[in-house]
């Protein structure tokens, strides 16, 4: 008996307590909220569809579903676009290029980085408002920009010698004021290949070459490379290759070659003057990478590295730029020309036609390039301007304007400046 009452009152003495710590966490916590009723998520489902269908709807009517895509498609005339408010002058390159902390000369980040923003060659490339040493102030993450309707509906612009504009909405998501339009999205970029794919691909057989003789008179005939030119590294080699001109010259050799080109194997197996089909350049065996040149990783592999009219054509300028640096050895050449675009982005805001095409969306100013080609040691570098053509849409003052550099890199990379190696 004297065991029953122990038990009881040490049981009655438990539920005391429990109930006032439950008493006591009830009033100090804030109320639990409610699961949301299935007729909740179910509203919730219905919603996400109906935004969906809506959405298929928009990208009918403006011609955007990629199986449409197609260089003959009409849409509707680029109207003027407001491009966001320009950036603070204090982190535009060429005022500020010291190397910061956060973000190293190969490239690599350190903590927060940039901000979401591109590091290159030890500068973070900051965009969207954004400034600072490591764009730390004010801005927003591009791509998270929300263009408006008529932006989208206008998303496939006009024509004008085949090419489809998309002007309106590339202002609007992509433009910086200090570099232009140096990065895009993937559904962007994924018109512009569909595009070169389709372009390259109906070349007639008898067209083997590029413009490869105009560029080859603006670089001299590339008398100032040595005869040896070891591991050649084309990035964005096309169907033809601008490599070809540098093995043509008398007493060129080389130890190797690698094509990079995310088109490679649609035009080795399409264009029918592709000069690599049996990955075999003028008779000398060469790799192929079926690649972005984004996604490359390579360090200190080329002896020689050529980009030639690239950089237009690419989802992310600043990555590829510090791809390529990164390939190439010390001591190794640069071959590179590319347009530059200040003074067509000025008649453009001027209220000039759009010069940028469907495939062609990047489309960056001479700052980002001069900082780039800074890193290099100056051998050979013109400036090569065409007026354009009458009729063509274009503002009559606006030139096409290409800068042609060779350039050795450093022998010794500072390996302060290199996190991880």
Not at 76 to 103: H, K, M, Q
Not at 155 to 162: K, P, R, T
Not at 375 to 397: M, Y
Request: glycine share 8%; charged share 20%; hydrophobic share 35%.
């Amino acid at each position: 008996m004297e065991f029953f009452r122990l038990f009881v009152g040490t049981t009655l003495l438990l539920l005391f307590a429990l109930l006032r710590r439950r008493t006591f966490e009830t009033e100090s916590s804030p109320p639990a909220a409610s699961p949301p009723s299935p007729l909740r998520l179910t509203f919730g489902v219905r919603r996400r569809r109906r935004a969906e269908r809506a959405q298929q709807v928009r990208r009918k009517h403006a011609g955007v579903a990629f199986e449409q895509i197609s260089s003959q498609d009409a849409s509707l005339p680029p109207a003027s676009a407001e491009s966001p408010p320009p950036p603070p002058t204090d982190f535009i390159l060429g005022r500020s290029t010291r190397v910061n902390s956060a973000c190293a000369f190969n490239g690599r980040e350190r903590g927060p980085g940039c901000h979401h923003h591109p590091c290159l060659l030890g500068v973070c490339i900051c965009g969207d408002g954004s400034g600072g040493e490591t764009c730390e102030r004010g801005g927003q993450r591009i791509f998270n920009r929300s263009c408006h309707a008529a932006e989208e509906l206008a998303y496939g612009g006009a024509q004008s010698d085949g090419l489809t504009r998309h002007a309106q909405h590339d202002v609007c998501a992509f433009y910086e004021p200090a570099y232009g339009i140096l990065r895009v999205d993937e559904r962007r970029w994924k018109f512009a290949q569909l595009w070169e794919a389709s372009l390259w691909s109906a070349a007639p057989a008898s067209q083997t070459t590029d413009r490869n003789a105009h560029h080859a008179l603006q670089f001299d005939q590339y008398r100032a490379l040595p005869d040896a030119l070891g591991h050649v590294l084309e990035i964005g080699s096309g169907p033809y290759t601008q490599t070809q001109s540098l093995l043509l010259r008398p007493g060129s050799s080389t130890s190797s070659i690698t094509l990079v080109d995310p088109l490679a194997r649609v035009f080795m197996d399409r264009t029918k003057g592709c000069t690599y089909k049996e990955q075999r350049l003028h008779g000398r065996p060469v790799r192929v990478l079926n690649v972005p040149a984004e996604s490359l990783s390579l360090t200190h592999v080329a002896d020689t590295l050529v980009m030639v009219s690239v950089l237009q054509s690419v989802r992310d300028v600043p990555a590829v730029l510090q791809a390529a640096y990164n390939a190439l050895k010390p001591g190794g050449w640069l071959v590179f020309a590319d347009r530059v675009f200040d003074a067509r982005w000025d008649a453009f805001r001027a209220g000039a036609a759009p010069f940028w095409d469907v495939g062609h969306p990047c489309a960056v100013k001479e700052t980002l390039l001069d900082h780039f080609l800074s890193v290099f040691e100056e051998v050979q570098r013109r400036r090569w301007a065409k007026e354009p053509r009458a009729g063509d849409g274009r503002h009559p003052a606006l030139q096409d304007e290409q800068i042609y550099f060779i350039g050795r890199k450093s022998a010794a990379e500072p390996v302060s400046l290199s996190f991880g190696g």
